[in-house]
């Protein structure tokens, strides 16, 4: 918030003027798009409610949280990512003979208006267990 004058006068002899105060509200906006740090991780075959890691992601602007979101939804049948800590973990067991790595693209929005997002893939090994 900022205040200030300003006076007004016209050439005329003598002058007149006129002084007026002004008060500026400068708002913040939604500049960036939130960032995400590379994201890697592991789980033991045939776990299931097992968390593989956690997305890590930062926004500079201050609108509050980040949502996390699946982005392809073929996805969302192995895995579950939390919408509001990012905890990505299985949803069933997994084979490692049947496959042994997922690329998991997830999306970040931030609560700004209009929101920004930015989309990155988690790398998942799958570990092997005596079976």
Do not use: K, W
């Not at 590379?38 to 609108?63: K, Q």
């Not at 579950?80 to 990012?86: C, F, P, Q, T, Y």
């Amino acid at each position: 918030f900022h205040e200030f004058s300003v006076t007004v006068r016209d050439a005329g002899n003598p002058y007149l003027s006129s002084t007026v105060q002004v008060a500026v509200t400068v708002e913040n906006v939604n500049e960036f798009s939130p960032q995400i740090a590379p994201c890697v991780g592991s789980v033991l075959e045939n776990a299931v409610n097992s968390t593989v890691l956690t997305v890590i992601a930062t926004d500079p602007d201050p609108f509050g949280g980040l949502v996390y979101v699946l982005v392809e939804p073929t996805q969302s049948g192995v895995f579950h990512l939390a919408r509001e800590s990012g905890v990505l973990s299985t949803r069933q067991p997994l084979d490692r003979e049947q496959i042994d790595f997922f690329s998991v693209p997830v999306l970040v929005r931030d609560s700004g208006n209009p929101s920004r997002d930015m989309i990155s893939v988690c790398n998942v090994s799958v570990d092997d267990i005596n079976d």
